[in-house]
């Protein structure tokens, strides 16, 4: 487990996140702006794809309430991961009950039977998130969808990193499908991009709901200062009567 500057990923008075990455290897997700698949490259780490077990019970070693990024360089919920790595990962959640656990995934449909036939169920200390490019506005309404049959207390979109504008469906399956906060960002590494502003603008608009009075926070992180010229809103979903 090791410390992160991914902002959203501390807790919210701002104090120290972390990431822990049991599922070892290349990411077979394919995704072309995947950071994880070029440090693999770049230190020469094994490529192979594999589980972690002494990394898994990292964060049951640590007391104190964070914030864990769980699976930061590797789809958890990806076709080509073993059931049992899933179910040891689960394992050792519901035994970190202190921890908050952030998942994010492309494939949400296999948390909810497709693949495995079994419909998982969120602990209470997952936040359960999809990542959403804009590159693709039928995948991104797909996706939205799954996402509305996922069984979370915290559900979430990360617009991160933002490719291209969202179309209006999209939006409106957003508000159809009880989506409790909405991350954005730009791409960073060596090919950075930051989206222009119109298209963070789509996504805050989003966050300051539609006629029926729907309200999503929104937390934009910082990388987005180079286009989004307003004072940045970090906001986190209210989770047990606190934010």
Not at 63 to 75: C, T, V
Not at 184 to 191: D, I, L, M, R, T
Not at 221 to 241: A, I, S, V
Request: hydrophobic letters at 35%; proline letters at 6%.
């Amino acid at each position: 487990m090791n410390k992160t500057k991914i902002e959203w990923v501390r807790n919210p008075d701002g104090t120290q996140g972390y990431t822990s990455n049991p599922i070892k290897g290349i990411c077979k997700g394919g995704c072309s702006y995947c950071y994880s698949r070029r440090l693999y490259k770049r230190f020469k780490w094994n490529p192979i794809i594999g589980f972690d077990d002494n990394e898994l019970w990292t964060p049951l070693r640590r007391k104190e309430p964070s914030g864990i990024f769980l699976g930061s360089m590797h789809d958890i919920f990806g076709f080509w991961i073993q059931e049992d790595w899933i179910d040891s990962i689960f394992t050792m959640i519901e035994a970190c009950p202190q921890h908050r656990f952030y998942l994010l995934t492309k494939f949400p449909e296999n948390v909810t039977c497709q693949r495995f036939h079994k419909h998982r169920i969120m602990p209470d200390n997952v936040w359960f998130g999809i990542t959403i490019t804009g590159e693709d506005y039928i995948e991104d309404q797909r996706l939205i969808l799954e996402l509305k049959h996922v069984e979370a207390k915290i559900k979430f979109i990360s617009f991160e990193p933002l490719l291209g504008p969202i179309a209006d469906d999209v939006a409106d399956a957003i508000y159809m499908n009880e989506v409790d906060w909405i991350i954005v960002g730009g791409k960073s590494g060596n090919k950075k991009f930051y989206p222009p502003t119109e298209w963070v603008k789509q996504i805050e608009d989003i966050s300051n709901g539609n006629e029926n009075g729907t309200n999503i926070p929104i937390f934009e992180k910082d990388n987005l200062c180079k286009t989004w010229n307003k004072q940045m809103r970090q906001e986190f979903p209210k989770y047990g009567g606190v934010v």
